[in-house]
């Protein structure tokens, strides 16, 4: 009987072009070791802890900073980046089944949800992006407000791109309860979970 596969479900880059969108920016910034923007530390440290899988996605604060006229090229931009760094990370051991996928960042500060549902539907084209992510916030109002319906609406298509929402602790806009949110995850192996909502 071979071992069970090691995926590591979240792990956090700062591609290339989020990487230059900072060093761009005239304020400061936390510090980030080569662990964040270097992919051949990521893989070394999968080599090392016997993780067979990761699914990479972008350190928080994600593009939730970025202002509405900007939010979608550097979405675009980023979501582009974590695929050709799949792709690279993929083909460089052909050997191997393909060990690296990511989640896609949204541009959440666009001026309208069309444009974050546009870019949900487009990087399910991506080969290797395999769901998107945010925070429990959402666009601030929390996972239930109404204007992140467009954004739900592509991962009730099994072969769409499915959401993958920071598992935490969130109050709902409409009761103030609070609750754990499980998001609809598309594992590498093709294979659905349902979201749940505890």
């Known amino acids: 009987m071979s071992s069970p596969l090691i995926v590591d479900i979240h792990t956090h880059v700062y591609p290339p072009a989020?990487?230059?969108?900072?060093?761009?920016r005239h304020k400061r910034w936390r510090p980030a070791d080569s662990s964040y923007s270097d992919i051949k530390v990521k893989l070394d440290f999968m080599e090392k802890q016997g993780i067979d899988c990761s699914m990479i996605c972008l350190a928080n604060p994600w593009l939730n900073f970025i202002?509405?006229?900007?939010?979608?090229?550097?979405?675009?931009?980023?979501?582009?980046?974590?695929?050709s760094t799949c792709v690279q990370a993929n083909s460089a051991q052909p050997d191997k089944l393909p060990h690296l996928f990511a989640f896609g960042a949204l541009p959440l500060g666009a001026p309208q949800q069309v444009t974050v549902a546009d870019e949900v539907h487009r990087v399910s084209t991506l080969p290797h992006i395999r769901g998107v992510i945010m925070g429990t916030t959402g666009?601030?109002?929390?996972?239930?407000?109404?204007?992140?319906?467009?954004?739900?609406?592509?991962s009730k298509t099994?072969?769409?791109?499915?959401?993958?929402?920071?598992?935490?602790a969130c109050r709902t806009r409409h009761s103030g309860d609070l609750r754990s949110f499980v998001a609809t995850v598309r594992s590498p192996a093709g294979d659905t979970l349902s979201p749940h909502l505890h």
Do not use: F, H
């Open 18 to 24: 989020y990487i230059d969108m900072l060093r761009a």
């Open 67 to 83: 202002g509405e006229g900007q939010a979608s090229e550097w979405a675009q931009k980023i979501n582009n980046d974590l695929e």
């Open 139 to 154: 666009q601030g109002n929390g996972l239930d407000d109404p204007e992140l319906e467009a954004v739900w609406e592509p």
């Open 158 to 168: 099994p072969s769409s791109c499915s959401s993958c929402i920071r598992t935490m």
